[in-house]
């Protein structure tokens, strides 16, 4: 899904499904999801066993959709809000029960596999052991129970993908191995049809097709270990105040709003909280990846998952479960996993008949060998031990292949040959396991995707647009001068009392310094907002429209103005300042200069941008002055500067850099920053601007790095040649093995894959898809 397709009128839910193994289940589960009436939009994780639902009517019951997921053959329910209780001991004694199931099933059908072999040899004589052991009647019995044991759910999953119209990975190799065995006990009953036996056949190929999926299955919860991670950051209890201040061990679960705690030195903050007594340094980098310590007074507020550090804490408890900042990071970052990159778009269409197009093959593959290709080739009937063939009708040798005297027999090992070799898991695993290990890794670092669609465009960015304040300064303005026509403690009054509503930092800046000053604020009605210019509004008790803002925009108002104040402003300009006027109705009552400081990590962060080739400009409201000498200290060449715009007339600047060089990002952190961040290709906000910069982007940076920008663009742009590498083995392994299983290099070189051989290539097919995506997590 793109940026553009999750709009808010839709109501997501995340469901759990069962069932899923290769990418035609990816497709099969989106079509259904998307065939349902109340569904907008779906996005399908096959790592995570997930799919984000995007429903029409929030308030319509989810029975209808969970039902026909059902009827398919795919299981779903829906996940607890808490994203992280959906992490807690439960999933993973889960998790483990069905590792545990999954051993079992592998173990026995190794077992059966050494027995097997172990008759081979007994009967080719190269081993004495017991004559029975050697017989077509035992080996009948080893492949029976194979079947019926570990290879019951492989072919009763598979039978209900085929009668759902949905092949599946098991369909393939439930037929392969189901028509081995039946041929095998045809030629066993009736040898006069002069069949070979296959009976070795189903025993190696469950053997083989379990142990790969074990190793996947292994290799994928790998893959989600960051998320894991995260959720363990909470803890499950805390240290709460009681009604008599008795501290008392309880749930974290049972806090609420209001409740007051304590953190020893040593503990992880169990909820989002308010520190109201004491002093302590904070470790934050498991949020933010900010490696110094914050250091926590009264007043300060702090994330569930930090570790304080040195003394004791007395906490008021904002936020508990799905509130946290927390869990809202683990949504966002599960959120992002079923959010599909547009690369995977031509795998997952691919994936949607490939079974098809391979049950086709193995289908033509036998129809050949049998009426054509022998008569054209028969000296293929003769071909025994070369590479990868071997041996003869009753002799079922541990080279892992086998031979045929009858046309019939070589046909029909060809076509199960195909049929096992071919791998729709790894065209259905090769973006999302990336996918999935990039976010998280990501995440630990304070970077938070929106989706695979979101890290596709950051990898391909070619410039990026900087709001000024908060983004390249560190949004944290301070006064630094008056120019009184009247009282400076009246002026400050006045412009305080207006701007106390509002969020922006120069607001911030004035109030803080009325509170320094011990001034007391009057309360304002009718307050308006300037987006860009000022405020403007009434005090109680005080006569006249209150306005606050550039002084240009006071003077477009009618104020009166001295021609001796634009020297101020000038000189004010000059050294990097920005002015505020403030007035009561027409007259003014003076200025008030306010100066931001430079980001620490500003410079290095936009000469690593530099580096990666990337285009750098600065778009801001301030004035042209200030924008001037900001840029003439970050190396920013004259055409790369806009000053004093305007929201509007941010889009317009946008969109027409967007023509000229694309995709193109948008990096802010306030209000004014929402609609260009929002029509920007990539929207990039700041983790400590303010929470509508934050919904309204597509990359958030959690805490007060810039420098996370070009890691995260790095960690794209490594992530899509991890994907690029997948999609290319995925497509080059089906393209090359299964001309070669089909026997394309029998006539002229004696070379084929035997049916275990097939089976064993596909398992290190899907496994080297997620071996690959789980090397990112060391680069």
């Known amino acids: 899904m793109s940026k553009n397709e999750n709009p808010p009128q839709f109501h997501s839910v995340l469901l759990d499904i069962e069932g899923m193994k290769c990418g035609g289940c990816v497709r099969a589960v989106e079509q259904t999801l998307l065939d349902q009436p109340n569904v907008a939009q779906a996005g399908v994780n096959l790592v995570a066993r997930t799919a984000s639902v995007y429903l029409k009517n929030a308030d319509q019951p989810l029975d209808d959709i969970l039902l026909a997921l059902r009827e398919r053959g795919f299981p779903a329910k829906t996940r607890n809000n808490d994203p992280l209780e959906n992490k807690r001991s439960s999933n993973l004694n889960k998790e483990e029960e069905g590792w545990w199931n999954q051993w079992q099933q592998l173990m026995i059908a190794l077992v059966l596999l050494l027995v097997s072999v172990l008759g081979h040899l007994s009967e080719s004589g190269q081993l004495d052991l017991l004559p029975i052991l050697g017989t077509l009647p035992f080996h ?67 053997g083989f097709v379990l142990l790969g999926r074990f190793l996947e299955e292994r290799a994928r919860f790998r893959t989600g270990r960051a998320i894991k991670e995260l959720a363990q950051l909470q803890p499950n209890t805390a240290r709460l105040f009681s009604k008599d201040n008795a501290i008392k061990i309880v749930k974290v679960s049972s806090l609420k709003p209001g409740d007051r705690i304590e953190l020893l030195a040593g503990d992880r903050i169990p909820v989002d909280g308010l520190v109201l007594q004491g002093h302590s340094a904070v470790d934050i980098s498991s949020l933010t990846g900010e490696p110094i310590p914050l250091e926590a007074t009264s007043g300060t ?53 490939f079974c098809y197009g391979v049950v086709t093959l193995s289908l033509a593959t036998f129809l050949f060998w049998w009426q054509i290709g022998c008569k054209l080739w028969p000296n293929v009937l003769n071909v025994t031990s070369h590479g990868f063939l071997n041996s003869h009708q009753h002799h079922l040798h541990v080279s892992l292949g086998v031979g045929a005297e009858t046309s019939l027999g070589l046909a029909l090992q060809l076509s199960i040959a195909v049929l096992v070799v071919a791998c729709p898991c790894a065209l259905g695993l090769a973006t999302p396991t990336v996918i999935t290990v990039a976010s998280g890794k990501a995440a630990k670092r304070g970077l938070l995707f929106r989706g695979g669609d979101v890290i596709e465009t950051a990898a391909s960015l070619k410039q990026i647009i900087f709001d000024k304040t908060g983004t390249l300064t560190i949004g944290k303005p301070l006064v630094v001068g008056i ?44 307050t308006k907002t300037f987006p860009g210019q000022g405020l403007e509004g009434e005090l109680v008790g005080t006569n006249g429209t209150i306005r606050v803002g550039n002084p240009e925009w006071l003077q477009t108002k009618g104020v009166n103005w001295s021609p001796n104040l634009d020297k101020d402003v000038e000189n004010a300009a000059l050294q990097g300042q920005s002015v505020l006027a403030v007035s009561q109705e027409k007259e003014l009552v003076g200025l008030v200069m306010i100066d931001d400081q430079l980001r620490n990590d500003a410079d290095i962060s936009l000469n690593r941008l530099r580096e990666q080739g990337l285009s750098l400009s600065i778009l801001s409201g301030d004035r042209k002055q200030n924008v001037q000498r900001l840029g003439r200290q970050l190396g920013f060449q004259a055409d790369q500067l806009g000053w004093q715009l305007l929201p509007i007339e941010k889009l317009t600047m946008l969109e027409k850099l967007k023509r000229i060089s694309k995709p193109i990002a948008m990096v802010g952190d306030g209000i004014n920053d929402a609609p260009a961040l929002a029509a920007a290709d990539l929207g990039i906000a700041i983790g400590t601007g303010t929470q509508i910069a934050q919904e309204s982007a597509d990359l958030v940076l959690l805490g007060d790095r810039l420098e996370g920008l070009p890691e995260a663009l790095l960690l794209a742009k490594r992530t899509m040649g991890k994907v690029r590498q997948n999609l290319a083995w995925a497509f080059g392994y089906n393209m090359i093995a299964l001309p070669l299983a089909a026997g394309f290099l029998l006539p002229k070189f004696g070379l084929l894959l035997s049916p275990p051989i097939a089976a064993l290539l596909m398992a290190i097919s899907s496994i080297t898809v997620v071996l690959n995506a789980l090397s990112l997590r060391t680069t």
Not at 140 to 160: E, V, W, Y
Not at 168 to 183: C, E, F, I, K
Not at 486 to 512: C, G, N, T, V, Y
Request: proline content about 5%; charged content about 15%.
């Open 483 to 526: 120019n009184e026509i009247k009282d400076s403690k009246r002026i400050l009054q006045l412009a305080a009392s207006l701007e106390q509503s509002s969020r922006h930092p120069i607001a911030h800046a004035i109030l803080q310094e009325a509170q320094r000053n011990k001034l007391s604020l009057i309360k304002s009605i009718h």
């Open 140 to 206: 009948a019995i080893i492949a029976t129970l194979a079947l019926i044991g570990p290879g019951q759910p492989i072919l009763r999953n598979g039978a209900k993908a085929a009668f759902a119209l949905t092949p599946s990975m098991d369909t393939l190799v439930g037929l392969g191995v189901g028509s081995a065995y039946l041929a095998s006990i045809v030629a066993l009953i009736w040898p006069q049809v002069g069949w070979p036996c296959f009976f070795n056949e189903p025993v190696m190929l469950l």
């Open 301 to 353: 507020e702090l994330s569930a998952g930090s570790l304080n550090l040195e003394a004791n804490l007395i906490l008021e408890v904002q936020n508990v479960g799905a509130q946290t900042a927390l869990a809202r990071i683990i949504g966002l970052v599960e959120e992002a996993q079923s959010r599909k990159a547009p690369i995977q778009g031509l795998a997952d269409r691919v994936a949607g008949y």
